[in-house]
């Protein structure tokens, strides 16, 4: 290590978070590089049998095979840590990979999740149809109701898992009293922080035991590759290296660069994301064809204060229902707009647009459907970086096609 980045190393944890998001885990090789090095390989080699043997055996720390450990993904790890203010962080080939994971490790035949409804879809599936089968008893809240929460965590539990804000509803669950509820029982509250990441809130400092990342959204920021992540303690966090290992699950070294990359920017992105959302939400609830607005950034979301409490900013994610209560209207507004992206993706720099009730939650059972809030005539917008103007432009676009 050159005798500067060793001095850095010595400071960076004193640095503030947006130094640190673009500082930590930069490891130069002796090649001198600046931007971090991807190690595109999948095994590593050792200079003699004793050092490769102390490797395996002692786990000495050297770098063995990449299901099992990869510099570049190790970075990540680093910089996205420090960044949710977790001890410790392992990096997953998707987000739902980091939830297969995490339940995995933690949870065994005969334990009780308390699940919010307000998740992603293929959250619920998972539990829901596969973990059940293995002996898993699965109960359902809703995340706005503390009642609920406080009555479900008051019998054991070995997990309670949410979503704040939920996807596409933007519910906020409120994350202190939840983990509080949890630590009364010794049950380990677990959030899905995609929606908000680190740079706009940070569930640990709120009593959250874990934190689920989807990579594949705002850490990576411009669409381009698949991950996922678990923050949380070490003593958390290891049986889940353990179950990664040998689950294979791991993140590839690009996918790794990529989201090492994403994460210099993105308290930058956040930013501008959550202000050019709230801008549209707000030009969204003035106008005819639109009955409500859902966003965190908004005066009118009923738990405005909370979200004042919980987070920075309302993020870059909003759902609006249209006054004409079809699939049809809500079908016809899609299909008339051009500029935003008709994709399921959400956290990229292009605005992307879609339906839920028939994409995202389109394989749900429609009675559970309209439990979670999700309409017919609901559609989500995950707000990009274009000119608002622009966005307003296609929207008026979809307005004009709804069928009277
Ligand atoms: C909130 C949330 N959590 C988890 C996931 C799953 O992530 P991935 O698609 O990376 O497996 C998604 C995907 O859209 C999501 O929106």
């Given at each position: ?18 130094t640190?998001?673009?500082?930590t ?8 590089e600046h931007?971090e090095?991807?190690y595109?390989t999948?095994?590593f080699?050792?200079?003699?049998a004793e ?6 055996v002692?786990?000495s ?5 990449a299901r ?26 998707s ?16 334990d009780?999740?308390v699940l ?8 619920l ?23 609920a929460?406080?009555?479900a ?61 989807s ?16 923050c949380g303690?070490?003593?958390l ?15 590839s ?52 204060a909370?979200?004042?409490?919980q ?16 699939r ?12 935003m ?7 990229d720099?292009?605005?992307?647009v ?11 059972e ?12 609901l ?26």
């Amino acid at each position: 290590m050159m005798e500067r980045d060793a001095r850095l190393q010595k400071i960076l944890g004193d640095l503030s978070p947006e130094t640190q998001a673009i500082r930590t885990g930069s490891t130069r090789s002796h090649e001198r590089e600046h931007s971090e090095p991807l190690y595109a390989t999948s095994s590593f080699v050792f200079p003699n049998a004793e050092t490769m043997a102390d490797a395996f055996v002692n786990d000495s720390g050297l770098s063995i095979y990449a299901r099992v450990d990869n510099p570049t993904v190790d970075a990540f790890c680093q910089r996205l840590a420090v960044l949710e203010g977790a001890e410790a962080c392992e990096a997953t080939a998707s987000g739902m990979g980091a939830i297969l994971a995490t339940l995995m490790a933690h949870c065994q035949a005969g334990d009780r999740i308390v699940l919010s409804t307000g998740v992603f879809g293929a959250t619920l599936t998972l539990l829901q149809k596969f973990f059940v089968k293995y002996g898993l008893t699965v109960d359902l809240v809703d995340p706005t109701d503390l009642d609920a929460w406080q009555a479900a965590l008051s019998r054991p539990a070995r997990l309670a898992y949410c979503e704040t804000p939920s996807n596409p509803t933007i519910a906020i669950v409120d994350v202190e009293t939840v983990s509080s509820l949890c630590r009364a029982n010794e049950t380990l509250c677990v959030v899905d922080n995609c929606f908000m990441t680190p740079a706009l809130q940070t569930p640990l400092a709120l009593g959250a035991d874990l934190i689920i990342h989807s990579a594949t959204k705002y850490l990576d920021g411009q669409g381009r590759v698949l991950g996922g992540a678990v923050c949380g303690s070490a003593a958390l966090i290891e049986p889940i290296t353990r179950f990664i290992r040998s689950g294979g699950v791991t993140m590839s070294a690009f996918n790794a660069w990529v989201f090492l990359k994403g994460l210099e920017t993105l308290d930058l992105r956040m930013r501008a994301h959550s202000e050019n959302a709230l801008s549209l939400a707000n030009w969204l609830e003035e106008q005819p064809q639109v009955a409500q607005v859902n966003y965190a950034g908004l005066d009118s979301h009923p738990d405005r204060a909370l979200i004042a409490r919980q987070a920075k900013a309302g993020g870059g994610v909003l759902s609006f229902t249209l006054t004409t209560e079809t699939r049809e209207a809500a079908w016809a507004f899609l299909d008339a707009t051009c500029l935003m992206s008709l994709t399921a993706n959400l956290g990229d720099v292009k605005t992307t647009v879609c339906h839920p009730a028939t994409s995202t939650h389109g394989r749900l059972e429609a009675a559970d459907r309209i439990q979670m809030g999700v309409h017919e005539h609901l559609i989500r917008i995950a707000v990009g970086l274009e000119a608002l103007e622009d966005l307003k432009a296609d929207c008026l676009r979809g307005f004009a096609a709804i069928p009277h």
